[in-house]
């Protein structure tokens, strides 16, 4: 009775691990591709609870990917993008009391003051304090982000890597899709809340790690989301999900891709995988 018990909770444990991986198909493909969601909190150790992933892998000759981590002339162009223009100064946008209180948490959290990340602009600033707030209460650590070891993994192979973005649209949604005025007040925000940005990655993890890439859409869009992942966000994913659709026509339709994103824009009705079905691709859960 036990080891009934123990194969049924296998085979649950199986379903559910593998709603993120999936096969693509259909629409002229000469060869499937595979899509694999990752969480940024979730660590590479996850990927021996999903099957035939490493064998999927093995099958392409293509990485494609939000960005390519190893195209360090684009790192450069970002780091230079995430600076504010000369014109601007910060502290014209707070009180004195609430440009102390930026002050102080960013010493106390990065061991820097605003004297000198004053230049930075508020969305990097609020993805710097955020990343540091998952390392601390969720045990983020990008080093073994899944993302960047199929990058890594790509590269030591020396199988190509390719950003679906253009360099000026990766500056944008890090830096600019949010007015400057709400980039103020998202920094404010999440060093007032800080639980709340921890609550909501928290919550988003466990609906990964269960496969429910649907629920984590819900999740982000829900009215008791507070955090800097709002439904504002998940319109600009949406209308860029129709758009990353054109341009892996391509590479799908040759075949032997292996497409890593993050999770939150794989699911729900304007998710990556609804828009790829909606435009005459076969796309199933590999190992359902």
Known sequence: MKRKLLYIVMLISMSMQAQVLYRVSG????????????????GIEFLDSVPNLLQCFSRCSVVYTEFAMQDY??????????????????????????????????????????????????????????????????????????????????????????SIDEIGETMYMLFDREPFHWQCKELLQIIEYPEREVR????????????????????????????????????????????????????????????TLDAIYLGGEKGLLEQLRAAGYKVRSVNK
């Open 73 to 162: 002339e684009a790192l450069a162009t970002l780091r230079i993008a995430a600076l504010l223009p000369d014109s601007i100064r910060l502290n014209r946008y707070y009180t004195d009391e609430e440009y102390k209180q930026i002050d102080e948490t960013m010493q106390l959290t990065l061991g820097m003051g605003m004297d000198k990340l004053c230049r930075m602009k508020p969305s990097y600033l609020t993805a710097m304090y955020r990343n540091e707030l998952l390392h601390k209460w969720l045990d983020y650590d990008d080093q073994r982000s899944m993302e960047a070891f199929f990058q890594a993994i790509a590269a030591d192979k020396g199988i190509p890597v390719h």
């Open 27 to 42: 629409n002229s493909a000469k060869a499937p591709s595979y899509i694999f969601a990752t969480n940024k909190i979730v």
């Open 200 to 259: 909501q990655e928290r919550a988003l993890a466990e609906m990964y790690r269960m496969g429910r890439l649907t629920d984590m859409s819900y999740q982000i869009l829900s009215p008791d989301n507070q955090s800097t992942q709002s439904y504002s966000d998940y319109q600009i994913y949406a209308a860029r999900n129709k758009e990353w659709v054109k341009r892996l026509r391509e590479p799908l339709v040759a075949g032997g891709a292996f497409i």
